[in-house]
């Protein structure tokens, strides 16, 4: 699946909500530029494309620890994701009910040099 330099944000959220399963909730989905790291210093990026490296943070509930890396192979499957990396998890209590709190991160594809 390719995301183009306009994609369609309600396609990619749907894609992520197929991969939860009834165990799991996610709190928000915020997309967020990378920082490009320079040899001096962290360059912040002002412009919003895919080309800009571009990244999905996630933040949930897990019924359990094991859902977790459910989750995170499920969005490597999607096939639009260079990397996505589980970035924190912990215990939490939701009405009483032990759960995993997590966040993940999904590093979006980009053409490289020299692809069609």
Known sequence: ?????RPDWRQLICLVAMQLD?????RSIRLADQPRVSRRRIVR???AS???GLQLLLQ????????VP??????????????????????ESIAAIEAVGFQIRCVFQHEKEGTP
């Open 45 to 47: 990026r002002t412009t």
């Open 50 to 52: 895919m080309d800009d």
């Open 60 to 67: 949930g509930v897990a019924a359990d620890q094991a859902r």
């Open 22 to 26: 009834d165990g799991t909730i996610l």
């Open 1 to 5: 699946r390719e995301l183009t330099a």
């Open 70 to 91: 459910k989750l995170v192979l499920g969005l490597e499957n999607i096939g639009v994701f260079d990397r996505v990396d589980i970035i924190d998890t912990r215990p």
